[in-house]
C-alpha cells in the first residue's frame, strides 16, 4: 500500500487542523492504521490508530483533542486535531500495519506516509 498524507501547516495555540491521508492499492480495509509524529532531535512516536475494526486508540497527551477515523470506501484515514498546543509541533506520518493487533510505537507499522509538518505557535 502507498500512502500520501496531507493537511498540515502553521496554525495559532488553540487552533484546529485536519490531516488527511489516501492510500492506494487494495485491501485498505484490512489494515490497522496509525498516526505518528516526530519532533525535531525527538525519536518518532505514536498518536492514534484506528484498528481495522474501528477501535480507536490514542496516546495520553492528545486525548480528548484528537480524533482519528477511516473511510474504507475512499481508502482514507483522517486526524482531527483540535486545541493545537506548541507540544504539538511535528511532521506527521499515517502508516498502515498488517499486525493481529494496533502496535503503540514506530516499529509495528510496514508501510509509511512522507509525512506532513504542524507547527504550533504560542
Known amino acids: 500500500v502507498q500512502l500520501q498524507a496531507s493537511g498540515g501547516g502553521l496554525v495559532q495555540t488553540g487552533d484546529s487542523l485536519r490531516l488527511s491521508c489516501a492510500a492506494s492499492g487494495r485491501a485498505f480495509s484490512t489494515y490497522n492504521m496509525g498516526w505518528l509524529r516526530q519532533a525535531p532531535g525527538k525519536e518518532r512516536e505514536f498518536v492514534a490508530a484506528?484498528?481495522?475494526?474501528?477501535?480507536?486508540f490514542y496516546v495520553d497527551s492528545v486525548k480528548g483533542r484528537f480524533t482519528v477515523s477511516r473511510d474504507n470506501a475512499k481508502n482514507t484515514v483522517a486526524l482531527q486535531m483540535n486545541n493545537l498546543k506548541p507540544e504539538d509541533t511535528a511532521v506527521y506520518y499515517c502508516?498502515?500495519?498488517?499486525?493481529?493487533?494496533?502496535?503503540?510505537?514506530?516499529?509495528?507499522?510496514?508501510?509509511w506516509g512522507q509525512g506532513t509538518q504542524v507547527t504550533v505557535s504560542s
Open positions: 484506528i484498528s481495522r475494526g474501528n477501535t480507536t
Open positions: 502508516a498502515a500495519s498488517t499486525t493481529q493487533y494496533v502496535v503503540r510505537n514506530r516499529w509495528g507499522y510496514e508501510y
